[in-house]
């Protein structure tokens, strides 16, 4: 009985070291594995705080950048327009010098024309009123008459041209 107990004894030694041994390389493996999934998180969290720096550099630049643009968008149409501010100024420093009127609202006449053509270029488009039928969308009523001769709806009078900037309305 003893050599029984004795063998079961050293089955039962070997059956522990046997767990013992299988626990003890399960518990590298899963250290190991840890490990590695800790190491490839911090290299996605890495690149990913990279990638968001970037992105709100970018986003930065962007922005200054629309800045800049707004700051001097207009540069070009001004050059445009100085050029006819300075017919103007020519004109009447002409005008002065010799009283010649004609040849100042002749000068004035061909600056304002200057000026509608590059307003047309930008987009700007006169509204017709005058004798047209009223289109809320288009036109600000000042007042109402009612005149037998006209059409119900009939813009009588302008007295402020209304201009559209490239189809939308900026000013009735």
């Given amino acids: 009985m003893k050599k029984d107990k004795n063998e079961e004894?050293?089955?039962?030694?070997?059956?522990?070291?046997?767990?013992?041994?299988?626990?003890?390389?399960?518990?590298d493996d899963v250290t190991v594995k840890v490990d590695k999934l800790e190491k490839e998180l911090e290299e996605?969290?890495?690149?990913?705080?990279?990638k968001l720096a970037d992105f709100q550099n970018y986003s930065k630049r962007k922005d200054n950048e629309l800045q800049e643009m707004k700051k001097y968008a207009a540069e070009d149409l001004i050059i445009r327009i100085l050029d006819n501010v300075d017919n103007l100024e020519r004109a009447i420093e002409a005008s002065?010098?010799?009283?010649?009127?004609?040849?100042?609202i002749q000068g004035v006449e061909m600056t304002l024309k200057g000026i509608a053509e590059v307003l047309n270029t930008e987009g700007l488009e006169e509204i017709e009123a005058d004798g047209k039928e009223y289109d809320p969308y288009e036109h600000q009523?000042?007042?109402?008459?009612?005149?037998?001769?006209?059409?119900?709806?009939?813009?009588?009078?302008?007295?402020?041209?209304?201009?559209?900037?490239?189809?939308?309305?900026?000013?009735?």
């Fill in 44 to 50: 996605w969290k890495s690149a990913y705080t990279r």
């Fill in 9 to 27: 004894h050293l089955k039962s030694e070997a059956a522990e070291n046997i767990e013992n041994t299988v626990n003890e390389t399960i518990e």
């Fill in 96 to 104: 002065k010098g010799n009283k010649d009127f004609d040849s100042l």
């Fill in 141 to 172: 009523a000042m007042m109402v008459e009612n005149i037998e001769e006209k059409d119900n709806n009939t813009v009588l009078d302008v007295f402020k041209k209304g201009y559209k900037l490239k189809g939308k309305v900026i000013r009735p």
